[in-house]
């Protein structure tokens, strides 16, 4: 017993000088990780912002003059003559493909369909067809084949759809890789848990998914490609969070309760197109631009049609933060914002 007790002191001392350098090694490589993914992101965006400016059209109006002329073509009695039974499709979006037999067998026409500023967005149109046969979340670096998160982080191009209804419960932030097609037709599929992150790519389509009860992660190593994972910080909770990117096309998703935005869009994302989704008990709808004074949001341009934008709604239908407009925003760009807000207000 007494030796015991001589010994303790000796024991305590080594066990606090261990805790200490274990303590300081840990906090050392964090650092350095976050470090090192944060110089990683900031290549990405500089990569990005050159795939923006490239993706920015330097005469809008001519882009919203041809979208209102498909729009007034698709909605003519002529037009709508053709359709009978039970299909109907009245927009030139959903004319593309909805009422087409086919469809099933044919999936990558939708890539055909997008219209208004992200009418170049093929997402996953020349990849293979990747079938999501299992729902489960639990691998965040090493992600199991068969999971969404496995087909989103491949560097190939990849069309993505699911075997069967199912919902998918996300642990963390789901981080989407360049050229892929989220394909929700012919199942009843629910995303829920964490965010859909779109950060520093190009062509990325979300078609025909639920998104709802998004909430804040604290983070972690999370898998963002084939080749990378790396530290991330705490998720605000968006539905989707789109981030410095360009060709996005975002429709018929079905989206609410979420812990912040259901749809934010910052850091000069552009040629996107936000189509024919529905919208529902939130307070904070859609946001585009999140900085009074980011000189990138001058290359921002969004269409917003045929959404439907439900009960219980209070706020950022859409709402734009972008200081001083007519200073940041060439003149015709600013008329495209206004025409498109106008249609969604009127």
């Known amino acids: 017993m007494v030796g015991q007790i001589v010994g303790s002191p000796l024991c305590i001392l080594f066990y606090v000088l261990a805790v200490a350098t274990v303590t300081a090694a840990a906090a050392a490589a964090t650092y350095n990780a976050t470090t090192a993914d944060e110089e990683y992101w900031e290549k990405r965006a500089e990569e990005a912002r050159s795939y923006s400016r490239a993706a920015y059209v330097s005469d809008p109006v001519a882009t919203l003059n041809r979208f209102n002329t498909d729009v007034l073509r698709a909605t003519t009695r002529r037009s709508l003559a053709k359709y009978k039974g039970p299909c109907m499709a009245t927009n030139p979006i959903d004319r593309c493909w ?19 500023f992200g009418h170049r967005t093929v997402g996953g149109g020349a990849g293979k067809i990747y079938v999501v046969t299992n729902a489960s979340d639990d691998e965040m670096i090493m992600p199991r084949k068969g999971t ?27 981080i989407v ?18 965010q859909i992150t779109v ?64 749809i934010d869009v910052v850091n000069g994302s552009t040629a996107i197109t936000i189509s024919n989704s529905h919208f529902t008990k939130h307070d904070h709808v859609m946001l585009f631009g999140a ?15 045929f959404n439907h934008f439900g009960k219980g709604l209070v706020q950022r239908m859409p709402r734009l933060v972008i200081k001083e407009l007519d200073k940041m925003l ?14 969604l207000t009127s």
């Open 98 to 116: 909805r009422c087409r037999d086919d469809w099933a067998t044919d999936r990558k026409r939708l890539a055909q369909c997008v219209s208004g």
């Open 148 to 174: 969404l998160r496995y087909g989103v982080v491949q560097d190939r191009p990849l069309w993505i759809v699911f075997a069967r209804d199912m919902v998918v419960k996300l642990r963390q932030e789901l």
């Open 177 to 194: 890789n360049h050229n892929k097609t989220i394909d929700g037709r012919g199942a009843q599929v629910h995303i829920t848990g964490a």
């Open 199 to 262: 950060q520093g790519v190009q062509q990325v389509i979300i078609h025909n998914v639920h998104i709802h009860h998004s909430v804040q992660h604290s983070g972690g190593m999370i898998r963002d490609s084939k080749r990378h994972y790396g530290l991330r910080t705490r998720s605000d909770g968006d539905g989707i969070s789109i981030m410095s990117s360009s060709n996005i096309w975002i429709d018929h998703v079905s989206m609410w309760n979420c812990s912040d935005g259901l």
């Open 291 to 305: 900085s009074n004074t980011n000189p990138q949001d001058k290359y921002m341009q969004i269409t917003v049609a």
């Open 330 to 343: 060439t003149q015709s760009t600013l008329l495209v914002v206004v025409n498109i807000i106008s249609k």
